[in-house]
T-cell receptor, first 115, second 112 residues
Framework: NAGVTQTPKFQVLKTGQSMTLQCAQDMNHEYMSWYRQDPGMGLRLIHYSVGAGITDQGEVPNGYNVSRSTTEDFPLRLLSAAPSQTSVYFC??????????????FGSGTRLTVV | AQSVTQLDSQVPVFEEAPVELRCNYSSSVSVYLFWYVQYPNQGLQLLLK??????LVKGINGFEAEFNKSQTSFHLRKPSVHISDTAEYFCAVWDSSYKLIFGSGTRLLVRP
């Protein structure tokens, strides 16, 4: 099915470990974003990309890296996991310049726990 | 900077009763507003959006929202809710070509 695919769905990490959250979309969307969702805080933008090879920081980028080597994939890397990074992570995409008309298409999320 | 405030963290309601989920925005310029729904263990889905034109916007699953510029509000309503409407609802405002700003969410709990 077309859409945004996130893997894994669940992950437990120890403090200090690193890992990559995967995100792939097959809709040829130019824009992709990573949000984190925390109770009572809604969704906050971590990083975003407006096309292959172009990324930029959002509101809460510290502790995370991204790259965009292809249109389809936008992985999020946690460099050294901390308990404060326990959250649900959502990847979202939209056609370039069309956020107003289409909104975001969201993946189903990755629930990350750092112990 | 754009922002939205969702006034209620949780709204309990009985099945077939009407419901209103409140959202206020802060902006003095053109504003574009969205409502998203998140069912348990799923991602967010677009319910409806206001870009311009009629202030009453109809969305999926029988939901509608009214844009009120004087009150800076964009409240979501449904005249009769079902158990299946139990979910978390997010109000969001367009901030740029790539970014939506989300509210803190309102959990709608529909009881039989």
């Amino acid at each position: 099915n077309a859409g945004v695919t996130q893997t894994p769905k669940f992950q437990v990490l120890k403090t200090g470990q690193s890992m990559t959250l995967q995100c792939a979309q097959d809709m040829n969307h130019e824009y992709m974003s990573w949000y984190r969702q925390d109770p009572g805080m809604g969704l906050r933008l971590i990083h975003y990309s407006v096309g292959a090879g172009i990324t930029d920081q959002g509101e809460v980028p510290n502790g995370y890296n991204v790259s965009r080597s292809t249109t389809e994939d936008f992985p999020l890397r946690l460099l050294s996991a901390a308990p404060s990074q326990t959250s649900v992570y959502f990847c979202a995409s939209t056609p370039g310049g069309a956020l107003l008309n289409y909104g975001y298409t969201f993946g189903s999320g990755t629930r990350l726990t750092v112990v | 900077a754009q922002s939205v405030t969702q006034l209620d963290s949780q709204v309990p309601v009985f099945e077939e009763a009407p419901v209103e989920l409140r959202c206020n925005y802060s902006s003095s310029v053109s504003v574009y507003l969205f409502w998203y729904v998140q069912y348990p263990n799923q991602g967010l889905q677009l319910l409806l959006k206001y870009l311009s034109g009629s202030t009453l916007v109809k969305g999926i699953n029988g939901f509608e929202a009214e844009f009120n510029k004087s009150q800076t509000s964009f409240h979501l309503r449904k005249p009769s809710v079902h158990i299946s409407d139990t979910a978390e609802y997010f109000c969001a405002v367009w901030d740029s070509s790539y970014k939506l700003i989300f509210g803190s969410g309102t959990r709608l709990l529909v009881r039989p």
